[in-house]
């Protein structure tokens, strides 16, 4: 069984920073495209940030130039450093990743990690 773990969140005050982090474990022969996407109460879960095997990278609108995705091929792990951080960025976030077993290929989701930003 594969799982994503992740850690790093928390309280931090306006204009402060966090680093997320999200781990893959288990039964993995590969991983493409891993990413991370947040939910706020009351709204629709969106993209924050991907980054694919190779480096390439995207980013939502509303974190560009204060959010940077990496990754560490070798450790299955991929992070989300959040700098000038908003009220607004108030989400739970959720790790992604898309995972080839051998068996299937297909997207797996973390158990998600709280991030309130104070004002």
């Known amino acids: 069984q594969v799982q994503l773990v992740e850690s790093g969140g928390g309280l931090v005050q306006t204009g402060g920073s966090l680093r997320l982090s999200c781990a893959a474990s288990?039964?993995?022969?590969?991983?493409?495209?891993m990413g991370w996407y947040r939910q706020a109460p009351g709204k629709q879960r969106e993209l924050v940030a991907s980054i694919t095997s190779g480096g390439s990278t995207d980013y939502g609108d509303s974190v560009k130039g204060r959010f940077t995705i990496s990754r560490d091929n070798a450790k299955n792990t991929v992070y989300l450093q959040m700098n000038s951080l908003k009220p607004e960025d108030t989400a739970v976030y959720y790790c992604n990743a898309r995972i080839d077993d051998r068996l299937i290929d297909r997207n797996y989701w973390g158990q998600g990690t709280q991030v309130t930003v104070s004002s």
């Open positions: 288990g039964s993995i022969f590969s991983i493409s495209t």
